[in-house]
């Protein structure tokens, strides 16, 4: 017979396990040179010419 509690029980130790287990998925934690680049390259070129518009949209930098 499953009474409630044991259901509770069940349910908080699915709960522990799963938040003390590692996760498998993860960000990496570096970006590589390719993405720097890129980085680098919106700020030079794309970035300015945003900013000024929202600057001119508001009315102050």
């Not at 938040?19 to 993405?35: D, K, N, V």
């Amino acid at each position: 017979m499953v009474t409630r509690r044991s259901i509770f029980g069940f349910v908080a130790t699915l709960s522990a396990t799963a938040l003390l287990a590692p996760t498998r998925l993860s960000a990496q934690g570096t970006i590589g040179l390719a993405e720097r680049r890129a980085i680098a390259a919106y700020r030079a070129e794309k970035y300015p010419a945003i900013e000024a518009g929202i600057q001119q949209a508001a009315g102050f930098p």
